[in-house]
């Protein structure tokens, strides 16, 4: 049996290959199963030290509104401290978990070249959405291997609502993958973005990651790690550094979700709502990068779908995490458990990092939308799964455009 894992990109990725899924036995397959977490990366804590030190210079370095200063003293943090350096404190006390409790402010600069850089080295037919799964406890067979295609640059000019997803955990800074998605409050004025649960939280056992921000067309031009030693800032974030102010994510995998995917798997998805890091443009991110996809909750049952593009970057190797890559294959279904809604599931080489990035198809109108977003895959790679997206995924996607929506 093969391990699995959430696809999450992180340096301390590497310790935890040779863990079995505690689903294993749950799932229909021929092999274990151990799911893949996105690479959390340790990182070098000497920048770190250096965007503290940049946001104790002075309060216009930390830009937290008076709404954040107080749910953050209610949560016995104090203001100073966390501007210093307190947000690293990982306590277990202080973690904070609940929906309501998730506090972003933004540190500007914090998120430098370097350290987004290094983040990758590891972490119209109505369906009934109460039957949107109608294959239930069905696996089909493990897809063949179908290698990641690099995508050409620009990817400004491809996939202009593609981009890179940084964040903090207790083992360091870490990426995902994400997608700008449609805002029904703000049409063409979107600043929602979607990725996975366990992009932007830790499950059951831990709480909201810390200095969550999307990088639109990050390296836009494809250049390699090497050629990115040293590059300004602006290189690799061509359409600026955007922070979650907001984020959401299933109820279930909150309280289900784990470092190997868990019983939260097939609930696996999340939506930011993200505002620019200086604050100093009037511009939407849809009117920023000129696209956003729509989300699709009633996507055809899966024998009817012919094809799904999963897009990523993927960090553990042979991957670096600076390159954008991408998979199209004839889906198939993944259950990890009959109760749950069965996940969809395509050959794929790529890996951890790759891990929110948006699983694009036809949607029912027949356009091109996001359908799915990549969750798990085995820690060999080959394949990779996803979530369908159903009434859960719509009104975590439906709460979020709503909350900003005056």
């Given at each position: 049996m093969r391990p699995i894992r959430p696809l999450f990109a992180a340096r301390r990725a590497r310790s935890v290959r040779g863990r079995t899924s505690p689903v294993a036995a749950a799932v229909a397959l021929g092999a274990a199963l151990a799911l893949t977490a996105t690479a959390c990366s340790s990182g070098d804590n000497?920048?770190?030290?250096?965007?503290?030190?940049t946001a104790a210079?002075?309060?216009?370095k930390l830009q937290i509104p008076d709404d954040i200063k107080d749910k953050l003293k209610e949560h016995g943090f104090d203001l100073d401290k966390w501007k210093n350096g307190e947000w690293k404190n990982w306590d277990k006390d202080q973690w904070l978990r609940e929906a309501q409790d998730y506090v972003n402010p933004i540190?500007?600069?914090?998120?430098?070249?370097?350290?987004?850089?290094?983040?990758?080295?590891?972490?119209?037919?109505?369906v009934d959405e109460n039957d949107l799964s109608g294959d239930q406890g069905v696996t089909d067979p493990e897809p063949k291997p179908v290698e990641a295609a690099a995508v050409p640059a620009t990817y400004h000019q491809?996939?202009?609502?593609?981009?890179?997803?940084?964040?903090d955990t207790p083992e360091g800074q870490a990426q995902c993958s994400a997608t700008v998605v449609t805002d029904p409050a703000h049409p063409g004025k979107s600043n929602m973005v979607w990725t996975a649960g366990h992009c932007v939280h830790a499950g059951k056992k831990g709480g909201w990651y810390r200095n969550i921000a999307f990088v639109p067309s990050?390296?836009?031009?494809?250049?390699?790690?090497?050629?990115?030693?040293?590059?300004?800032?602006?290189?690799?974030a061509p359409y600026g550094?955007?922070?979650?102010?907001?984020?959401?994510t299933s109820q279930q995998w909150i309280a289900q979700g784990g470092p190997t995917g868990g019983a939260g798997a097939p609930y696996d998805f999340a939506v930011l709502h993200v505002k620019?890091?200086?604050?100093?443009?009037?511009?939407?991110?849809?009117?920023?990068?000129?696209?956003?996809?729509?989300?699709d909750f009633n996507a055809p049952a899966v024998p009817k779908i012919a094809q799904l593009t999963a897009k990523g970057y993927p960090a553990a190797p042979p991957f670096e995490g600076q390159q954008l890559f991408q998979c199209a294959d004839k889906p198939g279904r993944l259950s990890l458990n009959e109760t749950d809604p069965t996940m969809y599931r395509i050959g794929c080489t790529m890996t951890g990092g790759s891990s929110g990035g948006g699983w694009v198809g036809q949607g029912s109108?027949?356009?091109?939308?996001?359908?799915s977003n990549t969750s798990i895959g085995p820690v060999t790679a080959g394949w990779l799964a996803g979530p369908r997206l159903g009434k859960e995924a719509k009104a975590v996607y439906e709460s979020v455009s709503e909350k900003f929506a005056q």
């Open positions: 000497s920048a770190d030290d250096k965007a503290s030190a210079a002075g309060n216009d540190i500007e600069g914090l998120w430098d070249s370097d350290r987004m850089r290094d983040a990758d080295k590891n972490p119209g037919g109505q491809n996939v202009p609502y593609a981009g890179k997803l940084v964040f990050y390296n836009d031009n494809a250049k390699s790690a090497a050629e990115l030693q040293g590059a300004p800032r602006e290189e690799l550094v955007w922070w979650g102010d907001w984020a959401q620019p890091e200086k604050g100093t443009t009037d511009k939407s991110l849809e009117e920023t990068v000129g696209s956003a996809l729509p989300v109108d027949g356009k091109p939308a996001l359908v």
